[in-house]
């Protein structure tokens, strides 16, 4: 199959905040007293940040009012975002930078299809502000992973099908969200165990050889 597009999820593929979305999340967490661990965790990745929150409340014998879970929810947000002032175009890896070159090289139009509403500030942390063609993310969609929306929505502003772009994808939900929309997908770390991940990659720099 040839491509036109890639699409990539981003906290997880493009770069490593997943490690402070689990930060913080685990400082929140620890705060209430609720359990919170590494393998929970993964079931927050691709899931927007109220729906990660009741993931982890799951654990927790008290009930809490809307408002309470907004303020959780504002408390962990502003510790991610303190985290990610830490970040620079050092965290963006050479071997993703290399393999987006190489993408581009290729005339494949690159998109970013995020559920976060964090993904314009990150993406400037680490130098890729004007770097995609196509920004798809938490601000402008309804529904998160495994929902197909934030990639149907890539798909559109880049000008294509989905059977003609891939999906580039760490979590599980993600590839969901790929087979739902018609996607084809590439999956690393947990998403390349998907049953229905097209091409599971062992690495980010084996997708310049898939596309
Ligand atoms: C996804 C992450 O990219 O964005 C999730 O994998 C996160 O873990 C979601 O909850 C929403 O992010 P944010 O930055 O809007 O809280
Ligand atoms: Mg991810």
């Known amino acids: 199959m040839v491509y036109k597009g890639v699409i990539f999820d981003l906290d997880g593929v493009i770069c490593f905040t997943d490690r402070y979305h689990y930060q913080a999340w685990k400082e929140m967490a620890d705060d209430i007293g609720v359990y919170f661990d590494e393998k929970i965790n993964n079931r927050l990745r691709g899931v927007s940040r109220m729906a990660s929150l009741d993931i982890i409340l799951e654990r927790s014998e008290k009930q809490y009012t809307k408002e309470e879970k907004e303020r959780l929810a ?116 947990e998403a390349a165990t998907h049953k229905k991940v097209t091409y599971p990659l062992k690495n980010f720099s084996e997708l310049a050889e898939v596309v």
């Open 74 to 189: 504002e408390w962990k947000n502003d510790r991610y975002r303190e985290l990610l002032g830490k970040m620079t175009t050092e965290d963006l890896s050479e071997e993703v930078k290399t393999t987006l070159e190489k993408l581009k090289e290729k005339n494949l139009k690159l998109a970013i299809g995020s559920s976060s509403k964090n993904a314009k500030l990150i993406l400037s942390r680490i130098g890729l502000a004007d770097y995609f063609d196509a920004i798809s993310d938490g601000t402008n969609i309804t529904h998160s992973k495994p929902d197909p929306e934030v990639f149907l929505k890539a798909a559109e502003y880049l000008g294509f099908e989905p059977g003609e772009c891939l999906v580039v994808e760490d979590a599980l939900a993600g590839i969901d969200a790929a087979v739902a929309g018609g996607f084809a997908s590439a999956g690393i770390g």
